[in-house]
């Protein structure tokens, strides 16, 4: 069982910056077998993913939207995935959450909650924290 908690999210200005923290269970075996991604949700839009994390090599992926302004990183020591967000604009604003898959699940296609055929790659969710970005 993996649990995952976020933290860092808030309010800030067109033009700043965030970090994001997502800390895992420390007492999860094979906690180095699991990737992690990022994604998030805007009021009445679909969830996307935004960047993930091989926790094995520290590979990262990002989605075209969030590319060169978002980066992902990990400290293993502590378990916990950073997102440093930077040049925020009013539609990265929404609910982020940090999810943890198997990474031969996760590699299949990082970015996205299912496979394209309906298989989870993330089983476990964090509860989200929200991210406000004014103009």
């Known amino acids: 069982q993996v649990q995952l908690v976020e933290s860092g999210g808030g309010s800030v200005q067109a033009g700043g910056s965030l970090r994001l923290s997502c800390a895992a269970s420390?007492?999860?075996?094979?906690?180095?077998?699991?990737?992690m991604g990022w994604f998030r949700q805007a009021p009445g839009k679909e969830r996307e993913g935004i960047a993930a994390?091989?926790?094995?090599?520290?590979?990262?992926e990002y989605a075209d939207s969030v590319k060169g302004r978002f980066t992902i990183s990990q400290d293993n020591a502590k378990y916990t995935v950073y997102l440093q967000m930077s040049s925020l604009q009013p539609q990265d604003s929404g609910m982020y959450y940090c999810?943890?898959?198997?990474?031969?699940?996760?590699?299949?296609?990082?970015?996205?909650?299912?496979?394209?055929?309906?298989?989870?790659?993330?089983?476990?969710w964090g509860q989200g924290t929200q991210v406000t970005v004014s103009s």
């Open positions: 994390i091989y926790t094995y090599g520290g590979r990262a």
């Open positions: 420390a007492s999860t075996p094979g906690y180095s077998g699991y990737c």
């Open positions: 999810a943890a898959g198997p990474c031969k699940m996760v590699v299949r296609a990082p970015l996205q909650e299912d496979s394209d055929y309906g298989e989870p790659l993330y089983n476990y």
